[in-house]
């Protein structure tokens, strides 16, 4: 059964820093990933999705990089800024069986002004 | 505007009332899922469907049924809710399925749910 877990859980920046989230899973057997970002009693919005044969997938200020080998992917943030507080998580897909997605618990971003 | 939209946002009720949340996509997508958060175990995947009549169980399936009758509309129904079903609900759609084809997950706002 696939786990994924997320480091940091809450992560507390100043205005401008660059920061690296951290997600990593049990089974390696994967399809593709994605990271997500779920605003306080919102939904979650997907924000990039990266296929097992990729490395790396890029939108705006937002880098996610994915080592399937390990078990590993991160989401790099730059310039970070207060509008980016949310929460952050990760769900790796199954492509053994296709259908079932297993999040990570998240890591809860806060940037200050 | 392309969305997965869930009734009602809230709904508080008793143990044992039969309960329906809905959840529609306009975007024609193939896949639908649902899913509790609850606080200390994350995201958990209830029920899923690839297509029209073909639904499959997730990880916490219990006390839990689904239909997919047409393609946009995938209920969730607790037929005889339990204080341990109190959870916020999600529904999510996309095009492909994960694990089969490359496209992101569309969420719900979600559904509060409250059994007393």
């Known amino acids: 059964k696939q786990e994924v877990t997320q480091i940091p859980a809450a992560l507390s920046v100043p205005e401008g820093e660059n920061l690296v989230l951290n997600c990593s899973f049990t089974d390696s057997a994967i399809y593709n990933l994605q990271w997500f970002r779920q605003d306080p009693g919102k939904g979650l919005t997907s924000l990039l999705l990266i296929q097992s044969s990729q490395r790396e997938q890029t939108s705006g200020r937002l880098n996610a990089s994915l080592d399937k080998s390990s078990g590993r992917s991160t989401l790099y943030i730059a310039a970070s800024q207060p509008g980016d507080s949310a929460t952050y998580l990760c769900?790796?897909?199954?492509?053994?069986?296709?259908?079932?997605?297993?999040f990570g618990d998240g890591t809860t971003l806060t940037v200050k002004p | 505007e392309a969305q997965v939209t869930q009734n009602p946002r809230y709904l508080i009720t008793v143990t044992g009332k039969k309960l329906t949340v809905t959840c529609s996509q306009n975007?024609?997508?193939?896949?639908m899922s649902w899913y509790r958060q609850d606080p200390g175990l994350g995201l958990r995947q209830i029920y899923y469907s690839m297509n029209v009549e073909v639904t499959d169980k997730g990880d916490v399936p219990e006390g839990y049924k689904v239909s997919r009758k047409e393609k946009r509309n995938f209920p969730l129904i607790l037929e005889s809710p339990s204080p341990n079903q109190t959870s916020l609900y999600f529904c999510a759609s996309s095009f492909k399925v994960p694990g089969q084809g490359v496209s992101p997950l569309h969420f719900g706002n979600g559904t509060r749910l409250t059994v007393t």
């Open positions: 769900a790796p897909s199954s492509n053994t069986n296709a259908g079932k997605s297993t």
């Open positions: 975007m024609n997508h193939e896949y």
